[in-house]
């Protein structure tokens, strides 16, 4: 596959906007879904996917993200091309592995993710393969609490994705995503694994809704994300600034 040149996010949307000749809130986002599923099914299929899942089997697969979850979110960091990511919970790096294989395949050879892992009994983003860990720099793990490092501010003001995937309790996902959507730039891409532990993530997708009082539809000038969406255990919402 051709990869894209560099670009700022601003200046690929209207690319996008500009091949497919259509508003930026209908087919350029729905177009998303389509090439998301493309890069996840490639992933799936690949070596890398089968030499991460025997490095996981190998380590315990105990609280690790599952393959499938992993291809999706391959698919969407592909689709993003980000610059500056943060995860929560990055823990033993299965998640942290399949982020940084997204940007190494886009070129992405500047970007970052600020993986932030509280537990200090775990062997912080182990299953990350070598050259994807020093390759360019690229992964940057902290160890503590996501909320001591926001306080300090030693995470980016300004993202481009964010990746929940510590705490799954109802208070404290709902305040990561209330926290991070507010840090994410416009086209941002906030996901959440394990959505199905209770209703924060619909909850707060619900929240960036807006409906005309008078025909109870969806009003797109006022609503604040362009698309959202859930695959398995992952949910998405890509910010509207």
């Known amino acids: 596959m051709k990869k ?7 200046q690929w949307r209207r690319r996008k906007e500009a091949d497919l000749d259509v508003p ?9 879904w389509d090439r998301v599923a493309r890069f996840a099914a490639e992933i799936r299929a690949s070596d890398f ?10 380590y315990g697969s105990e609280g ?15 689709w993003l091309r980000p610059e500056a990511i943060v995860e929560s919970g990055g823990y033993i790096g299965m998640s942290s592995a399949f982020i940084l294989k997204a940007l190494a ?11 932030v892992e509280l537990s200090h009994e775990c062997e912080q983003g182990a299953l990350i393969p070598d050259k994807l860990r020093s390759s360019s720099g690229g992964f940057v793990p902290m160890r503590g609490k996501v909320e001591e490092f926001l306080k300090d ?50 909850e707060f997708v619900a929240s960036t809704y807006v409906h005309d009082k008078t025909t109870g539809r969806r009003d797109a000038q006022r609503t604040s994300h362009y698309e959202w969406g859930r695959w398995g255990y992952i949910g998405f919402a890509v910010k509207k600034g």
């Not at 393959?67 to 979110?73: G, N, R, S, V």
């Open 105 to 115: 395949d886009e070129g992405r050879t500047t970007a970052k993710l600020y993986s």
């Open 24 to 32: 930026h809130s209908t087919a350029s986002y729905y177009a998303m």
């Open 49 to 58: 996917m089968a030499e991460m899942i025997r490095r996981r089997d190998a």
């Open 4 to 10: 894209m040149p560099a670009l700022s996010l601003s």
């Open 64 to 78: 690790v993200m599952g393959a499938i979850d992993c291809a999706t979110l391959y698919g969407l960091t592909r």
């Open 153 to 202: 501010n030693e995470l980016p003001s300004s993202i481009d994705m964010f990746l929940h995937d510590s705490s799954h309790s109802y208070r404290h996902m709902l305040w990561e995503f209330r926290q991070f959507w507010a840090r994410l730039r416009d086209g941002g891409l906030l996901v959440s694994h394990d959505v199905q532990m209770n209703s924060a993530f619909p």
